[in-house]
């Protein structure tokens, strides 16, 4: 069976970090991100479609804070991404997630506001 890890990208970050959730992030995580970016930006555009949401109507700071109420309270928008990354976890990757699913969670949806807020935000 093919390890999934060969084929994500790799990346050249400082692997010092003190938290095991930073190491996480830095080689789990953002390989993951970087990998999927152009499908998340288009599940993230697909979405703005359904919902019928013109954020390049929005004057900048109310189009940040849009895109931020869109990855908090929209559920199904949130999970669908989050299942995006989580599904690409290797089983060694998923028990990790399995004992610290909150705080990866938080930094999946951490790096994917970034990630949209540099698309569509002027970030």
Request: net charge positive; aromatic share 6%; with cysteine.
């Amino acid at each position: 069976m093919m390890d999934r890890r060969t084929l994500r990208p790799e990346l050249h970050l400082p692997t010092d970090q003190s938290k095991p959730d930073e190491v996480f992030q830095n080689t789990t995580l953002r390989s993951i991100l970087k990998m999927q970016h152009d499908l998340l930006l288009a599940i993230f555009q697909h979405h703005l479609q359904q919902r019928k949401v013109a954020l390049n109507q929005f004057p900048l700071p109310q189009k940040r804070k849009k895109i931020g109420q869109l990855l908090q309270k929209d559920n199904r928008l949130r999970e669908l991404l989050r299942g995006c990354v989580i599904g690409h976890f290797t089983m060694q990757e998923w028990a990790y997630y399995e004992l610290n699913s909150a705080e990866v969670n938080k930094r999946i949806s951490g790096l994917l506001g970034q990630k949209v807020l540099r698309e569509w935000g002027g970030a």
